[in-house]
């Protein structure tokens, strides 16, 4: 592949619109609401980590069998 081929390729490549998945990632960053969202479990995790510095346990049942 030439140099002059290879731009056709990214030009092309930028020229064409993006995918549908990072069209909807794009419309979901871009939304009021899940900005709000994000902002409060941020908030939430602040709130958690600063009040309780212990993890919780893992529940026996995510724990995989001894022996």
Known sequence: M???EL???FAAKVAAP???TSQMLARHLQCKE???LSQC???AID???AADSHPLPTPTELLP???
């Open 2 to 4: 030439t140099a002059a």
């Open 7 to 9: 731009l056709a390729l």
């Open 18 to 20: 993006p995918p549908e």
């Open 34 to 36: 899940s900005l709000q």
């Open 41 to 43: 479990v941020a908030a």
């Open 47 to 49: 709130r958690f980590a």
């Open 65 to 67: 069998p001894l022996g």
